[in-house]
């Protein structure tokens, strides 16, 4: 029974030795260093959001995913500046037809 016990104790700290071992010289696996807790990489410009703001955009990971306010906020930014391109390109076709009705 005790060296059944004795086995036991030994498998367990082996294991907890490769275990250090592997995550000191492999690490988590991530291309950038872990934030700090509360923080955001998650950046957009205050206007005029372009494709490759969209693009570099990093979310904070949670347990089970993506810190669904950080996504929740960057959709709400995205539409509000689909629906101000949108608007804009809605009055400048107006106008623009407005000009050629004078012109004619």
Do not use: H
């Amino acid at each position: 029974m005790t060296t059944a016990l004795i086995y036991l104790v030994v498998m367990m700290l082996v294991a907890a030795v490769v275990f250090l071992l592997a995550s000191v010289v492999f690490g988590r696996g991530e291309e950038l260093p872990a934030l700090p807790p509360g923080a955001s990489p998650t950046r957009l410009p205050s206007a005029g959001v372009t494709g490759e703001d969209v693009r570099s955009l990093r979310f904070q990971l949670v347990l089970r995913g993506y810190k669904m306010s950080e996504v929740d906020w960057v959709l709400r930014r995205l539409g509000t500046e689909l629906e101000d391109l949108r608007t804009e390109v809605d009055e400048l076709r107006e106008r623009l037809a407005t000009s050629e009705a004078e012109q004619k």
